[in-house]
């Protein structure tokens, strides 16, 4: 079951903050957060487990409600190279895959 | 350079024929993803394989196979090739299984057209 990301695209300026949105209909094991970049492999950002934990290197943040199964990704002073197509995995209890969402495309301008 | 290699880079071949996509996963990976993105779409996760057993299956055709060998490497058959079957593959591997190590390590990719 994919999850459902939001919005499908949005456009910043540099400095600019703006909140990527996963949403699950099932109860999630942990919530993934790659970026990739046009004509580029993707790349992890951060991962969100059940009961909190967190494990990112990127300067960038986010959280995950556990009892409404969704996740937020927080792009805070955006960079020029934060532009990229973000996408959530979600994986689900036992369940041995990552199913992603149809993706954001966040375009940063000077 | 993720450490994980994907062969061919790019490959041109013709409805109905039959290719083989290789995946070589970072040294000491036990877990190798198969991931299919067509053009400009998300990424539809394949298959899983961690020590070279089959663990998690999506939603892949049944002219597709896979199989990781005991070296680790995997390999993705695609059969009966169809024009929608033009994509980029994709192959990533992590050390276990997800969340217990968390990032998957994502190869170039292997760009498929069907003609």
């Known amino acids: 079951q994919q999850p459902v990301q939001s919005p499908q695209a949005v456009i910043l300026r540099e400095g600019e903050d703006a909140v990527i949105n996963c949403s699950s209909s099932k109860a999630l094991y942990s919530v993934h957060w790659y970026r990739q970049k046009h004509g580029e492999a993707p790349v992890f950002l951060m991962i969100l487990l059940k009961g909190g934990e967190q494990k990112g290197h990127e300067k960038i943040s986010a959280s995950f409600n556990e009892k409404k199964q969704q996740s937020s990704l927080y792009l805070t002073a955006s960079q020029l190279s934060y532009s990229g197509t973000y996408f959530c995995?979600?994986?689900?209890?036992?369940?041995?895959?990552?199913?992603f969402g149809a993706g954001t495309t966040v375009t940063v301008r000077a | 350079d993720s450490g994980v290699t994907q062969t061919p880079k790019h490959l041109i071949t013709a409805t109905g024929q039959r290719v083989t996509l290789r995946c070589s996963p970072r040294?000491?990976?036990?877990?190798v993803y198969w991931y299919q993105q067509s053009l400009d779409q998300g990424l539809q996760f394949l298959i899983h394989y961690y020590n070279g057993e089959e663990r998690a299956k999506g939603n892949i055709l049944e002219r597709f196979s896979a199989q990781q060998f005991p070296d680790l490497h995997s390999e993705l058959n695609l059969s009966s090739l169809e024009l929608g079957d033009s994509a980029l593959y994709f192959c990533a591997s992590s050390e276990g299984q997800l969340s217990n190590t968390g990032e998957l390590f994502f190869g170039e990719g292997s760009r498929l057209t069907v003609l």
């Open positions: 995995g979600t994986e689900l209890v036992n369940d041995y895959k990552l199913s």
């Open positions: 040294s000491g990976d036990l877990s």
